[in-house]
């Protein structure tokens, strides 16, 4: 298993901006899909962006394209998912999550959360209006 650690979650106002961060632990020199995912109560996780080693390769749901943006900085082992015009609807628990290393790059996506191995703790962003 590979440790992942989110942090950058909290609170602000619809239409405000955060970015979450996941440092993963031997990410530099691996090939593999990272992802974010969130789960709001009540409701089942959900893919939110995933990226490919590299940043050649993304993948956003729907809802949050144009205003989500994942990258990742190999040389300090960070993925990154920056949230900008936030709405009360993205307000869940985010949880960065590694793929198992068999992923290709071009089906690497939200939709299957369990070709993902490892995940963090989660980190709480709450929207208010």
């Known amino acids: 298993q590979v440790p992942l650690v989110e942090s950058g979650g909290g609170s602000v106002q619809a239409g405000g901006s955060l970015r979450l961060s996941c440092v993963v632990s031997?990410?530099?020199?691996?090939?593999?899909?990272m992802g974010w995912f969130r789960q709001a109560p009540g409701k089942e996780r959900e893919g939110v962006a995933t990226?490919?080693?590299?940043?050649?390769?993304?993948w956003y749901r729907d809802s949050v394209k144009g205003r989500f943006t994942i990258s990742q900085d190999s040389a300090i082992d960070t993925m990154f998912l920056q949230m900008d015009l936030l709405t009360p609807d993205d307000t869940a628990m985010y949880y960065c999550?590694?793929?198992?290393?068999?992923?290709?790059?071009?089906?690497?996506?939200?939709?299957?959360?369990?070709?993902?191995?490892?995940w963090g703790q989660g980190t709480q962003v709450t929207v208010s209006s």
């Open positions: 999550a590694a793929g198992d290393g068999l992923v290709l790059p071009t089906t690497c996506t939200g939709y299957y959360s369990d070709d993902f191995a490892d």
């Open positions: 031997g990410y530099k020199g691996s090939t593999n899909c």
């Open positions: 990226i490919f080693t590299g940043g050649t390769s993304t």
